[in-house]
């Protein structure tokens, strides 16, 4: 069972469109992340997301996490080909041991110029 | 500020050879540290994770062993590789106190299992 459920799985796009990526569960999480990681590279973190409701702004990009801390999602503004990547988001539950997180499966975006 | 190296950054391997990959953190004193593997272009399976020198905890049964000899040094090793160990080896740390849960990653070891 896949505890965190991210959609779509691909998205091709071309340069200036705007996307949003979904990031769903069940459970509860006491914090959400979100990563982008490029080929051959480890995931960079892009935010932490820890209050139900709350909406973080990087740039073009806007995180917002539920108001039940069950899901959260991403959204990209006039999207540019250096958008390109595998956007994660990861999640500890409450109740987790040893700060241990919960990945998706991960959005592969792919921004045409 | 913390910096956290993995190496090898590539590794080709026969089957049945034995692994040693490492993973060091800078700047940071008792930090969490783990190792995942991410299949091509998806998600991260944790494999194991420590608290602590000496401490380890598997998530999956494996091929694979893990141990942490210093504060700030994790190794993941194998005595003997198979073909299904192939892929992408992360290394990542957590400060160990505070609450947070955010986790940062290594550049990673791209490993082949020839």
């Known amino acids: 069972t896949q505890l965190l459920e991210q959609s779509p799985q691909f998205l091709s796009i071309q340069e200036g469109e705007n996307l949003t990526v979904y990031c769903n569960s069940s459970?509860?999480?006491?914090?959400l992340q979100w990563y982008r990681q490029e080929p051959g590279e480890g995931p960079v973190l892009l935010v932490t997301?820890?209050?139900?409701?709350e909406v973080k702004k990087l740039k073009r990009l806007t995180f917002q996490f539920g108001d039940a801390r069950k899901d959260s999602s991403l959204h990209i503004t006039a999207a540019q080909p250096g958008d390109t990547g595998l956007y994660l988001c990861?999640?500890?539950?409450?109740?987790?041991?040893?700060?241990?997180?919960?990945f998706g499966k991960g959005t592969k975006l792919s921004v045409k110029p | 500020s913390q910096t956290i190296h993995q190496w090898p950054a590539t590794l080709v391997q026969p089957v049945g050879s034995p692994l040693s990959l490492e993973c060091t953190v800078e700047g940071t004193s008792n930090p969490n540290l783990y190792w995942y593997r991410q299949a091509a272009g998806r998600g991260l399976q944790l494999l194991f994770y420590?608290?602590?020198?000496?401490?380890i905890s598997s998530e999956v049964p494996q091929n694979l062993s893990a141990s942490r000899p210093q504060d700030r040094q994790f190794i993941l090793s194998s005595k003997k590789l198979l073909l299904s160990d192939s892929g992408f080896y992360l290394c990542a740390w957590k400060p160990g106190a505070g609450y947070t849960d955010t986790q940062y990653f290594g550049p990673g070891t791209r490993l082949t299992v020839l």
């Open positions: 459970s509860v999480f006491s914090s």
């Open positions: 990861a999640g500890e539950r409450y109740g987790g041991s040893q700060g241990n997180l919960i």
């Open positions: 997301v820890v209050t139900g409701g």
């Open positions: 420590s608290v602590g020198i000496g401490q």
